[in-house]
């Protein structure tokens, strides 16, 4: 009988130290393996192209859109084709916008 409980014993610590040393061991690995947070600048670089009134290359701040960055060069000049451009757009860091100028232009 006392051999019988010494065996129940020694299982049942047996188990729990098997079940506390995983428990350890998933701990320390969802830690050290966790990924990194992902930062976004707090300004991006676009170079703004083509038929703006200063195209050239402008700083603004992280989220903004096409629309601002147009807007940085100073707007649209007179002929620009505004048809292909979604004004909502987000830009990215080191982004090229294009505006161009229609391909047939009206006759005067």
Same mark, same amino acid.
């Given at each position: $009988? @006392?051999?019988? &409980? &010494? %065996?129940?014993?020694? *299982?049942?610590?047996?188990?729990? /130290?098997?079940? %506390? +040393?995983? +428990?350890? /061991?998933?701990?320390?690995?969802? #830690?050290? &393996?966790?990924?990194?947070? @992902? @930062?976004?600048?707090?300004?991006? *670089?676009? %170079?703004?192209?083509?038929? !703006?009134?200063?195209?050239?290359? =402008? ?10 960055? @147009?807007?940085? #060069? ?5 002929? #620009? ?5 979604? &004004?909502?757009?987000? !830009? #990215?860091? /080191? $982004?090229?916008? !294009?505006? =161009? ?8």
């Amino acid at each position: $009988m @006392i051999k019988n &409980f &010494f %065996y129940w014993l020694f *299982t049942s610590l047996s188990a729990i /130290l098997v079940l %506390y +040393l995983s +428990l350890q /061991l998933v701990h320390y690995y969802d #830690a050290k &393996f966790r990924p990194a947070a @992902i @930062i976004s600048p707090a300004e991006i *670089t676009v %170079y703004v192209s083509g038929s !703006v009134a200063r195209p050239g290359v =402008y700083k603004l701040s992280s989220g903004s859109h096409i629309v601002d960055a @147009i807007n940085a #060069a100073g707007g649209l000049s007179s002929n #620009a084709d505004v048809s292909s451009i979604n &004004f909502t757009d987000p !830009v #990215a860091d /080191l $982004m090229q916008i !294009v505006v =161009y100028e229609p391909k047939n232009p009206p006759s005067p």
